[in-house]
């Protein structure tokens, strides 16, 4: 006599099926926050320097070098808006405002995704971080234009983790377990986790990938090339660029000018070791060398930005040297009478490479 037995399929339902489901995104929100936990626990909690026996923390302290806001100076160049950059990085109280409210907002993003709390609207918030973060950062990259990479990638993290929701190993399902009638509520499931309907769903989870998609691909265009033209930078993160204007020059020989480092690696400086004031026959009238640029007066050198962490130019053991989104006013002191007539000013950097300006005489 033979024995059947009968194998119970399980009941799935909304809320066991995105419980789960949330499980499988589980490796993505906790990577993701503790992206976000990182950059601000750095700045908050792990580097400090001691001022009279007090510790400061040097990325939150305007007054020192370390202070993140130089990172801005140095993303300017190639960001999406560098005039609104320039303005925020001039507007002293109001920078130090958004450092903290990003360093915040991190904060809160990072933690809430690790703990599974909220977990659509912090979602929702990374995805508006790595936005910034690709407007601000995006060109950046010495490698594998790796800031690209890492807001591509935070945006469709992000795009998933507001779609799985928290999943069974979230706070937001601890929530709904202990109170029944909360984890029913439209608001809860829409900001927290909880089953949506499978038409939105389905809706909501191609207009994610699409968005995500579009915003790769799209910036992958804008800053790098290589989707509907061949591969090129926007703005050079490998070589170092001079943009030079306003140059003028005196009767005694002076020569003031305006620099901007607008491209180039943040990791060290362009170093101007030579110039030449040639006139309109071709021939050098002045010339300034590695020496001479080496003992400029900082007097002689007007910049911008002048607070202790930005970017600046200053005389090094090279020549004059700038880090990228340095901007000043430079003037070269002269030697030699002037008479009125066509000039230009040549400046050559330690790699050799030339950068030339139309000088109007005064």
Partial sequence: ????????????????????????????????????????????????????????????????????????????????????????IQSGGFLHFMVWFWTIAELIVGVGLILGIATRILALGSVGLNISLMLIFGWMGSTCVDEWTMASAGFAMGATLMLTGGGSWSLDHWLGRMSPA????????????????????????????????????????????????????????????????????DTNGDVR?????????????????????????????????????????????????TQAWASRFSATDYGIGGVTGAKAWIRLPGNTHLASGNYKLRLTDIDGKHWSTVVTFK
């Fill in 182 to 249: 909360l984890s029913n509520r439209s608001w809860f499931r829409l900001l927290f986790s909880g089953p949506l309907s499978v038409s939105a769903t389905k809706k909501w989870g191609v207009i994610l990938g699409i968005l995500s998609l579009l915003f790769t691909a799209a910036f992958y265009q804008y800053i790098h090339g290589a989707v509907i033209s061949p591969l090129h930078a926007r703005v050079n993160f490998h070589h170092y660029s001079l943009s030079l204007k306003g140059a003028s020059a």
């Fill in 257 to 305: 000018f305006f620099a901007y480092v607008n491209a180039g690696p943040d990791t060290a400086k362009l170093y101007l070791i030579k110039a030449d004031l040639i006139n309109g026959e071709g021939q050098n009238v002045e010339q300034w060398s590695g020496q001479q640029l080496t003992a400029i007066s900082s007097k002689n050198i007007d910049n911008r930005f």
């Fill in 1 to 88: 006599m033979s024995q059947s037995t009968s194998v119970q399929t399980p009941s799935w339902t909304s809320e066991s099926i995105f419980a789960l489901v949330g499980v499988f995104a589980l490796s993505i929100r906790l990577v993701q926050g503790w992206i976000f936990w990182g950059g601000a626990s750095r700045r908050l909690f792990y580097d400090f320097h001691s001022i009279h026996g007090t510790e400061y923390a040097v990325k939150m302290d305007p007054h020192v070098a370390g202070y993140v806001a130089n990172k801005l100076v140095h993303a300017m160049p190639g960001s999406v808006f560098p005039g609104l950059i320039q303005t925020i």
